[in-house]
């Protein structure tokens, strides 16, 4: 449940460190190009598989089988649900996941990404979440030959029902380099707005996020890197339909960008359109896409 509908006096425990900007990310538009057609089929209450095809004249136009096992059927609500899922797209690039609970307050993830015959990423992380905590250790793309290793530490502390405070610390070891950046994290929710920020050597990111009423759902970005000395401020919006079953998001930015995606349910049909346009002023480009899900 909700930070603020505890009321047993116990402080709830704060999510995942990857999730605290989550609330105001969903409410922006994912970019759509081209024609994209997702076909997805539930062979049973654990075993779900899809297919989609995409058509580009931006980039090379590929096909992609997904598959998915959930380990109950209890977690199908929660986006943490212990799974095993797999990609593999026309190119026989590999893209694997498993997220399983050892135990109930420990889970353990793991990644596996190739690109076409040469391995890309491979982690291996492990969270405990406790009553009123959580605390991640994450070890990405260890090469003994090479020397070199990626350490991601994560803990987020609930300070009171509304208010989570933590940190991150990436260490990473190579023949040439070596260093580490420690970025702090704060966070505070009320029944309708969300804010969020990350401070650290390299940036900042703030989130804002709203729910106006059951339709309409506004969220604001921040993000300032120090290696690359650029800002970008982004504003976005969802708004819901549910008589002509439809959503809309919408965006805006800093550097001139204007998007939007339209999502509409074809009833009855098992079927959803989806339309975007995504406006570069600044670059003069326009990338406009079609897309229809199935299943």
């Known amino acids: 449940p909700p930070r603020w509908e505890r009321r047993d006096g116990r402080l709830p425990n704060p999510g995942s460190f990857h999730s605290l900007h989550r609330s105001c990310k ?8 081209g024609v994209k057609m997702i076909v997805n089929k539930t062979l049973s209450s654990f075993f779900k598989v899809s297919h989609m095809l995409h058509l580009s004249a931006v980039c090379p136009s590929y096909y992609r089988f997904h598959v998915e096992h959930l380990q ?4 199908s609500k929660d986006k943490d649900a212990p799974a095993l899922i797999g990609e593999m797209d026309s190119s026989g690039s590999l893209n694997a996941h498993a997220l399983l609970h050892l135990t109930e307050r420990v889970r353990a993830r793991t990644v596996f990404q190739t690109q076409q015959s040469q391995f890309v990423t491979w982690q291996f992380e492990t969270e405990y979440r406790g ?8 070890v990405a793309n260890p090469d003994i030959l090479r020397e070199s290793v990626i350490l991601v530490a994560h803990f987020l502390q ?22 580490g950046i420690l970025t702090l994290a704060g966070q505070y929710s ?21 729910r106006v009423n059951k339709q ?21 919006y969802q708004m819901e339909l549910p008589e002509a079953n439809m959503l809309f998001r919408g965006m805006i930015n800093s550097r001139c960008i204007i998007g ?7 009833i009855p049909l098992p079927a959803t359109l989806i ?17 229809v899900t199935v299943g």
Request: glycine letters at 14%.
């Open 216 to 236: 309409i759902q506004v969220g604001v970005e921040f993000e300032a890197s120090t290696r690359t000395q650029e800002t970008t401020t982004s504003f976005g």
């Open 26 to 33: 969903d409410v922006f538009p994912q970019q759509i190009e």
């Open 260 to 266: 939007g995606v339209l999502e509409k349910r074809l």
């Open 158 to 179: 609930s300070v009171s029902s509304g208010l989570v405070l933590g940190g991150e610390l990436v260490y990473h070891r190579g023949r040439a380099e070596e260093g």
């Open 131 to 138: 009553s009123d905590f959580t605390a991640a250790v994450t």
């Open 190 to 210: 009320r029944p309708n707005w969300v804010a969020t920020l990350n401070a650290g050597k390299g940036g900042a990111h703030a989130s804002y996020y709203h």
């Open 72 to 75: 109950s059927d209890d977690y």
């Open 275 to 291: 339309m975007g346009a995504f406006v570069n002023h600044r670059g003069d480009k326009l990338q406009v896409g079609l897309g």
